[in-house]
């Protein structure tokens, strides 16, 4: 019996497959839309991110964990962005419509008792 024969596949090859690509920490900013003007740093002992636009200078602060990147304070900060507007603008239901017209005010100086 003879033996096996060994692999042609490198094991450097399969290490590369496994490198991460890192996460972006600068985005466009929601207010001015300008490319990679939103920074964000994480201070994992604070507890505390803040994130900043250079351009508008709008900023948010959130807090974080040991599992938190940029990318996920960015997302929050999305978040809180559209939640604020929809509460800025509520919704907002349709006057009701009927045939009948609306009652006029009592006037103020008729005395009809």
């Not at 060994?6 to 890192?22: D, I, L």
């Not at 948010?60 to 990147?69: A, D, I, M, P, W």
């Amino acid at each position: 019996m003879g033996k096996r024969k060994k692999s042609s596949r490198k094991p450097a090859a399969a290490t590369a497959a496994r490198r991460r690509e890192p996460l972006d920490t600068a985005f466009t900013c929601l207010f001015c839309h300008h490319d990679k003007s939103v920074t964000v740093r994480v201070d994992r002992k604070e507890g505390i991110a803040q994130l900043a636009c250079r351009v508008c200078d709008q900023r948010y602060q959130s807090k974080v964990n040991h599992l938190t990147e940029p990318v996920d304070i960015y997302s929050e900060w999305l978040d809180a962005a559209d939640a604020a507007q929809k509460e800025d603008h509520g919704p907002r239901r349709p006057a009701a419509s009927s045939s009948r017209p609306a009652p006029a005010p009592p006037s103020v100086g008729s005395d009809d008792d």
